[in-house]
């Protein structure tokens, strides 16, 4: 799809390499890996947590101009949902070639109903330009 995927935290190199070899929920991750000890990177993005020294769970989808398109943040007890952050993926590349669209929140896939050209004449009519 064009993307790179790269995944920070808090935790060390050597705690990343304990978690791939022997957490069998990732033993297809292929992306890197990358280690935030001193919470420089959690920073930037506004996730750390000086009280504990650690990273909220940031999601985040920066595009080709190194703008960001998409945030979002979780506490520490709540994972992330790959089916979910695709969706937003894909309607984010989605929306950059349909500007005047508007991807719903049921939107899955391209061929998926749109709001096109919302604006104040759409308010309180949302259901019926998804349905009609």
């Known amino acids: 799809m064009g993307a790179d995927i790269v ?20 033993a297809q991750v292929k992306y890197p890996m990358a280690a935030d000890p001193t919470g420089k990177v959690s920073r930037l993005f506004g996730v750390y947590d000086e009280a504990t020294g650690l990273a ?8 080709p101009k190194g703008e960001l398109i998409n945030a979002e943040v979780n506490f520490y007890n ?10 937003k993926f894909k309607a984010n590349l989605y929306m950059t070639r349909k500007q ?12 998926d109903k749109t709001l096109v050209d919302p604006g104040a ?3 309180g009519k949302v259901h019926e330009a998804l349905t009609g």
């Open 7 to 26: 995944t920070v935290s808090t935790d060390t190199k050597f705690v990343h390499l304990a978690w791939q070899q022997n957490e069998k929920e990732l």
């Open 56 to 63: 909220l769970r940031g999601t985040f989808i920066i595009n």
């Open 78 to 87: 709540l994972g992330r949902n790959i089916d979910e952050l695709m969706r």
């Open 100 to 111: 005047n669209e508007v991807c719903p929140s049921k939107w899955r896939d391209e061929g």
């Open 121 to 123: 004449k759409m308010v």
